[in-house]
């Protein structure tokens, strides 16, 4: 179940960690935080941290909601987002404009958030991040559909004769 409240404030909770250097995030980097976070909570915890609707986009997947969100942010003086020149490209960076509260995540909810940030700002470019986003579950789907959480426990893999046989039984037998 999508909780905007706590949508928002993770939102506003990863930008504040890269207040100190708001190049380390720009806009593909804050939606894989963010994705990463979600999708780990969903495999670690059984569920989700905020619920959020993520889909396919060409750099990855993305949460549904982060415009809204994003705006209703920046109309409340939380951040500002300013467009910014970057090796010839236009990148987003988030001015925070005051602090936030990490009370609506638990213990262990914070961890994995912390850790996803660090992944993602720490040890990858954009390109880098964006690249290894692109699994067989994002390339099997179509532009703007739904990337389900449960997909997080799809193994890579080949298909095996058995397993194709048994899947027609099945749909014959539907």
Known sequence: MY???KF?????????QRA??????GATKLNKALWIADFRAHYLLGESITGARYVKRQFGPVPHQIVPVLKELENEGAIAVKEVNHFGKVKKEYEVKHGTSIDHFSEEEKEIIDWSIKLVCDRHTATSI???????????A?????LPYFTVFAEP???TTDE?????????NA
Do not use: R, T
């Not at 964006?130 to 099997?140: I, L, N, Q, Y």
């Not at 194709?164 to 014959?172: D, N, P, S, T």
């Open 142 to 146: 179509e532009d703007g559909e739904e």
């Open 157 to 159: 893999g080949k298909i």
């Open 130 to 140: 964006s690249e290894a986003s692109h699994d067989g579950v994002w390339k099997a």
């Open 164 to 172: 194709l046989e048994w899947a027609k039984m099945q749909l014959e």
């Open 8 to 16: 928002k404030n993770l939102v506003h909770y990863i930008c504040a």
């Open 20 to 25: 100190g250097d708001p190049s380390s995030l």
């Open 3 to 5: 909780d905007k409240a």
